[in-house]
């Protein structure tokens, strides 16, 4: 499975961003899709996560009420609306799939929040 993220950029503090992950190949095999990121000196953390098969959602409690996942199966492709952005937002955020064997990831998209 092939991963392409669109959507990131810069955004002034409380502006939105959606983000958007097309996914190519095996598609049929995706069990889950998430968006993990990556902040400067941090490590990797898991902001959502949504099922294919009921589209069951998780988030990390840091962005619960402000970010959104969602996906459009017909069109391969997931989406991660967030509002109310701060700069403890910024970071670089990677789309990920739960397939068998090891997840398949995108290149990232970076996601600045001004102050």
């Known amino acids: 499975v092939q991963l392409v993220e669109s959507g990131g950029g810069l955004v002034q503090a409380g502006g939105s961003l959606r983000l958007s992950c097309a996914a190519s190949?095996?598609?049929?095999?995706?069990?889950?899709m998430g968006w993990y990121r990556q902040a400067p000196g941090k490590q990797r953390e898991l902001v959502a996560q949504?099922?294919?098969?009921?589209?069951?959602?998780y988030y990390a409690d840091s962005v619960k009420g402000r970010i959104t996942i969602s996906s459009d199966n017909a069109q391969n492709t997931m989406y991660l609306q967030m509002n109310s952005l701060t700069p403890k937002d910024t970071a670089v955020y990677y789309c990920t799939a739960v397939v068998p064997g090891p997840n398949s990831w995108g290149q990232g998209a970076q996601v600045t929040v001004s102050s």
């Open positions: 190949g095996s598609t049929f095999s995706i069990t889950a």
């Open positions: 949504i099922t294919t098969a009921g589209g069951s959602s």
